[in-house]
């Protein structure tokens, strides 16, 4: 009998049952933050007109720096942005919004906490959301780990811009075939 190995095994299951406890945990708390901000009806939260620039809406959610100012340049042309660094603002817009793609960062000086809620509010509001994780680091972490669970992308910096370019340009092309498939089902 191996101890070591049965040891090891038993660790990592442990850690994948706190791992999807935690993401349990957040995906009912961003169900709560939801059910909360729909019983407060006095907010008014601008709606994105899509149908005006014809462009995808894409939520950027990270502190106002080189980074998301590099990343606004490179994706303008491709989608209208939103950019958010304060958390309930963020909310707010992905609540009253169908929005296909955001972009975090995930590096400090930007609140992991702030980031998971964020990224399960999106995903709570919209599963079908894409999400672009950006780090600098390639240590796999627990955030990182429940991020890719999930189905976010991970992407390392600084940016690649033809590999974020053809990623955006894919999942335009399935948010165009929806909202076609959408509107003819409509009519």
């Known amino acids: 009998m191996d101890f070591s190995k049965n040891k090891d095994v038993l660790l990592k299951q442990l850690s994948q049952k706190k791992m999807d406890h935690v993401a349990e945990r957040r995906s009912i708390e961003a169900k709560n933050r939801i059910q909360e901000k729909a019983a407060d009806g006095t ?9 005006k620039t014809n462009k995808p809406p894409l939520a950027i959610f990270g502190v106002k720096g080189l980074f998301i100012t590099n990343l606004k340049s490179i994706l303008q042309q491709y989608c209208e942005i939103y950019e ?3 958390i309930d603002k963020a909310t707010e817009f992905l609540l009253g919004n169908s929005v296909p793609i955001a972009i975090m960062d995930i590096d ?5 906490d702030h980031c998971r809620d964020f990224f399960t509010t999106g995903k709570t509001v919209n599963p079908d959301m894409a999400y672009i994780a950006y ?13 890719q669970k999930q189905g976010a992308i991970i992407m390392q910096k600084p940016v690649d811009r033809m590999e974020l370019i053809d990623w955006i340009k894919k999942v335009i092309a399935q948010w165009r075939e929806k909202s076609g498939a959408a509107k003819d089902a409509a009519t």
């Open 108 to 112: 400090a000086p930007n609140d992991l």
């Open 84 to 86: 958010f660094n304060d």
């Open 135 to 147: 780090r600098t680091d390639d240590k796999p972490s627990e955030i990182v780990e429940v991020f």
């Open 43 to 51: 907010r008014n939260i601008k709606l994105v007109e899509v149908e």
